[in-house]
């Protein structure tokens, strides 16, 4: 089920507001691993940044943005014809070795919350990439206990290319082993008092965890890092960044 955040076409359009590329921390980290790919699937891509950055610093191969959201891939195809913007999920794709490097980046690993939802889209990875490709991905580390900075609330306001203000308010629901829901209500100036509302749970498994799904799918770390100039994972780290290669084949 897509994330109202994700579906609402007026909350689609204030997503590169929220989340401009160049900000986050992990631009740089992904665009030097796409450009340096010729083929490229961009798993959860949402208004897909990634691709669209790809190709405006003249990446000249192939470019995929899949993502539930009809609403945000609506905003990336307006900015960029030259990308494959495809609506659904691994689950209602039938890629085959087509692929040198397959991202899930903005932590979108961690909406995959059951053990068979992770063990189907990994698969669909592993069938994706080829016998030389990469799945990179990243997800906040446990150990870190980074949901705590949520509570009581974490506030935002930015401008829109409106002028309108919007403003984002994440609260946190509840934490249950190792999936923490969390809610965030949007508000604009432009919206007459309206505010809009999204509830959202994610995942939080830790390295052994990671490990033991990606094996399951015939998938192998060859690369781990906790930040994003390529640290050491301590217990300390925020992020757990995972590089895996096809490896054998799945149990």
Do not use: K
Request: aromatic share 8%; proline share 4%.
């Amino acid at each position: 089920m897509v994330d109202n955040v994700f579906s609402d076409a007026a909350m689609a359009e204030l997503y590169d507001v929220f989340h401009p590329w160049g900000l986050a921390p992990d631009d740089a980290f992904y665009i030097d691993l796409v450009m340096s790919a010729r083929s490229v699937l961009d798993v959860g891509c949402g208004t897909g940044l990634l691709q669209r950055e790809a190709r405006r610093r003249g990446h000249t191969g192939r470019l995929v943005g899949l993502d539930p959201a009809d609403a945000m891939l609506e905003v990336g195809r307006r900015d960029r014809g030259d990308v494959e913007w495809v609506l659904g999920d691994l689950a209602t794709t039938s890629f085959e070795n087509e692929f040198d490097l397959v991202v899930m980046t903005g932590h979108a690993f961690q909406v995959l919350t059951t053990d068979e939802e992770l063990r189907s889209a990994l698969a669909a990875v592993r069938r994706a990439l080829a016998e030389d490709g990469r799945f990179v991905f990243e997800t906040r580390n446990p150990a870190a206990r980074g949901w705590e900075a949520w509570r009581p609330s974490r506030t935002r306001t930015v401008t829109g290319p409106d002028g309108a203000e919007a403003t984002s308010v994440h609260r946190l629901e509840g934490v249950e082993g190792d999936l923490v829901t969390f809610t965030t209500a949007y508000s604009s100036t432009a919206w007459g008092g309206e505010v809009r509302h999204s509830r959202s749970t994610l995942r939080f498994p830790d390295s052994g965890a990671l490990d033991a799904l990606l094996a399951g799918a015939g998938l192998e770390v060859r690369a781990r890092y906790g930040d994003w100039a390529r640290g050491p994972l301590t217990d300390a780290s925020e992020e757990i960044i995972t590089c895996a290669v096809p490896g054998g084949s799945a149990r």
